[in-house]
């Protein structure tokens, strides 16, 4: 199956590469094996809300070679937003930077969505703050915790959407290979695939070490027949090549001290191509970045454990972009996204006294972090360039308490906790905020769990939505039908240092069902609300100039300008005054100021239900049979001024459909697995013409099927081959019309190109 949900608490394992599946639920918060799972900082806690497992056995026989490839099959998760394959025209949001994957839970954009490795931080990808999690080799890889909830109390900025927690292999020993052949019967897309993975073990620590190689040609318009329209060099999917290295080492220093360090570096080359003959846009980044993240665990007396652990990170993308128009020398416009991220942080958790039902135990920490961007882009037109540094210090604190467990459970009271969370950032010029959230748990008999919270989330804005050039354009007032002959109307857009954070409110409800009759059968279910306000964007979308037509944009524009804040905003442009009037510049003849610079106006409300319905049964004789049902019904909307209308965004195209799922189902016999999964996405509305244009739900189905030739010990077999087929009966993307002549016509963030893609694998375990 590709994804196993958490039970709500922390887990335990035997071995650091037990599934999910596998794993026991912590029945006694004593236990001295008890540890702390995505969403709670606290050993042995209950986590208030479900957290969902992608094992890495489940991502292997599915097919999939990367991390980015398995999240974008995650119902709660948005395959738009900064990934492979997203074409022109879905919006500024979409826009591709470098190839890289990163997680974008809910739809609210790859910024909302914090991407943690082992717990820690890791760089920012060029300029839309998320996180590639396509770096880290699959092989390095244990499982993916996604927590889909608000969790800034927990995390601080970034976690509106959720979290997402890459957990690394520990003690692994020997030597794994595996590869992997495939191409779309379609055409394009051959992608040859590598990775091995060593480590041993010895008394008190341990080494795991990952490499992974992977390359795939690309995808052209000539290639499928829905894109005909387009020139046939244009470019569906980029072509890709990528290394990467991750290290997890740790070492038992005495009983009481521990050391560990984690460790990843990864380089990506793409290419890919926009336009026609007489306007072509080439464009081939490059990627390299690297992460290294120490920590270390101290037990004190009373169950009492220090942590300290620290990150420091670059992401250094370099884009190369060749415009060539028609009977003109070619422009070439190159320049860097630097992230960089440096961290410290340090923390105590332990019990502070006795609850019926357990020990209260509380976390409490304090530390910094830095974020740089060192941005710079220059062609023959213009030079821009800044490197800002964005300093916070926060502390938190997590108290835990089990009223009731199973030690002191009565009639219609099986379990009764609460947890509450808060933390303090402190951005410097920028803003000072707390977070809290309060969970309750309540359990009336074994087998169901109900569960509930309430919380605040922030983000704080991107570097590159502050500190990115805005330019000032000054056309006669005649334009838009205002003023007299000499009168004018200035046009300011771009970035804006002065927007705050994003706030958000977020209300959960769950429930999980494991019947006691019915052991192998679970059923979970989440409802949420989210109030996502003074969202950064630049608030008039579609020409400036229009505005002044709508009403609702009335709030926008100033239209008694004084000439000290015209001053300022020409004084702090890029380039000055651009004056397209004929006349020299008057402040007193500016009757109007349209200012679409990034600022903090945006509403916007999402509700939906996260649903879950799994089914494990043993059969004997080597056999068993698993079946999951999962999906995600979202209801997203967004208002930009009390004055305009509410805008949909879920279930129109470039958004989150209103309803995805998967649905899997796995057989295991002796040495052969067989897995089937059925890929789900509703129906699309194209609201951009005057004329509603409704897209019909599509369906995908992927096999896989794997032989073990010698059987290995524990999860790694001796020699695995494998055969897997994506979209088997490959489904073609709805079609949709284009506003402009070289727009994809296709929805690219919930479509993909490949097609049916086929793949054999082989896996050694030496």
């Known amino acids: ?146 927590l889909p909830d608000g969790a800034s109390a927990l995390y601080g900025s970034d976690a509106v959407g959720g979290v997402i927690n890459v957990v690394l292999r520990r003690d692994f020993e020997g030597l794994t290979t595996s590869g992997q052949l495939g191409a779309s019967t379609d055409g394009g897309y051959f992608r040859q695939q590598f990775d091995l993975v060593g480590g041993t073990i010895w008394d008190g620590g341990g080494i795991m070490l990952a490499y992974d190689f992977a390359n795939n040609s690309d995808i052209t318009a000539d290639q499928r027949s829905y894109t005909q329209s387009l020139d046939p060099q244009v470019t569906l999917y980029p072509k890709m090549q990528r290394h990467a290295v991750t290290l997890a080492a740790h070492q038992e220093i005495s009983p009481a001290v521990r050391i560990a360090v984690d460790g990843f570096y990864s380089r990506r080359n793409s290419s890919d191509t926009n336009g026609a003959p007489v306007f072509r846009i080439s464009r081939d980044p490059r990627l390299e970045g690297y992460a290294i993240s120490p920590s270390m665990e101290i037990d004190l007396a009373g169950d009492w454990q220090v942590k300290i652990s620290g990150v420091y990170g670059r992401d250094q993308s370099r884009f190369r972009t060749t415009i060539v128009r028609q009977g003109a020398e070619p422009n070439l416009a190159q320049g860097r996204y630097f992230n960089e991220i440096a961290t410290l ?101 074994d087998g169901l769990t109900l569960s509930g919270s309430w919380s605040r989330s922030f983000k704080a804005p991107t570097l590159y939505q502050q500190y990115i050039f805005y330019e000032t354009v000054l056309l006669p007032a005649s334009i838009v039908g205002a003023g007299n002959g000499s009168d004018t109307i200035l046009l300011v857009a771009g970035g804006n240092p002065d927007v705050g954070p994003e706030r958000a409110r977020s209300w959960t409800a769950g ?47 100033d239209f ?44 916007w409300a999402l509700k939906g239900i996260d649903a879950r319905l799994s089914w494990d049964q043993a059969l004997g004789q080597g056999r068993s049979l698993g079946l999951e049902i999962a999906g995600s019904w979202i209801d997203s909307e967004q208002r930009i001024t009390a004055e305009l209308p509410t805008t949909q965004l879920a279930g129109t195209i470039f958004n989150p459909a209103k309803l995805r799922m998967r649905s899997t189902a796995r057989f295991v016999t002796g040495p052969l697995t067989a897995n089937l999964a059925i890929n789900y996405i509703g129906g699309l509305e194209d609201r951009r013409f005057d004329e509603l244009r409704r897209l019909a739900p599509t369906a995908t189905v992927d096999i896989g099927v794997s032989y073990t030739l010698v059987r290995g010990e524990g999860r790694d077999p001796g020699l695995e081959i494998s055969l897997t087929a994506q979209n088997l009966f490959n489904e073609e993307p709805r079609e949709i019309g284009q506003l402009g002549p070289y727009d994809t016509p296709y929805d690219s963030t919930n479509y993909s190109p490949i097609g049916r893609f086929i793949a054999f694998g082989i896996r050694r375990h030496w």
């Open 560 to 603: 008694m300008p004084d000439p000290a804040s015209l001053a300022a905003l020409i004084g702090g442009a890029q380039f000055g005054l651009a004056n397209f009037t004929g006349a020299p510049y008057d402040p007193a003849s500016v009757v109007a100021v349209a200012d679409n610079r990034n600022t903090n106006v945006a509403a």
């Open 345 to 445: 942080e340090a923390g105590a958790e332990g019990p502070l006294f006795d609850l019926p039902g357990g020990d209260a135990r509380l976390a409490i920490g304090a530390g910094f972090r830095n974020n740089r961007l060192d941005y710079a882009r220059k062609d023959a037109n213009y030079d821009s360039a800044f490197d800002i540094t964005r300093r916070a210090r926060f502390g938190y604190a997590e108290l835990y308490l089990p009223f009731v467990a199973r030690r002191n459970a009565r009639p219609g009271l099986d379990e009764f906790t609460i947890s509450a969370a808060v933390r303090y950032e402190d951005y410097p010029g920028l803003d000072q905020l707390a977070t809290p959230r309060i969970g309750i748990i309540y359990s009336p008999v």
């Open 1 to 146: 199956m590709a994804s196993t949900a958490q039970p709500l608490c922390a887990q335990t394992t035997g071995e650091a590469d037990a599934s999910p599946a596998q794993t026991e639920v912590v029945e006694d918060e004593d236990e001295e094996n008890a540890i702390v799972v995505t969403g709670t900082r606290i050993r042995g806690a209950r986590v208030v809300g479900e957290v969902i497992a992608l094992d890495r056995e489940a991502i292997v026989e599915a097919g999939q070679i990367d991390l980015g490839e398995a999240i974008r099959t995650l119902p709660q998760n948005f395959a738009g937003g900064q990934n492979p394959g997203v074409g022109s025209g879905a919006g500024l949001g979409n826009d591709n930077v470098n190839s890289a994957s990163s997680p974008d839970l809910r739809g609210l954009g790859p910024d909302a969505t914090l991407t943690l490795i082992n717990g820690h931080r890791v760089p920012y990808n060029s300029a839309y703050q998320g996180v590639d999690i396509s770096a880290i080799p699959l092989a390095a890889v244990d499982r993916v915790e996604v």
């Open 511 to 557: 429930l999980e069902l494991r019947p006691k009759a019915l052991p192998e059968l679970t059923f979970s279910a989440s409802w949420y609300d989210i109030r996502y306000t003074d969202r950064v964007t630049g608030p008039i979308s579609g020409s400036i100039l229009a505005a002044f037509g709508d009403p609702g944009y009335a709030s926008l524009i």
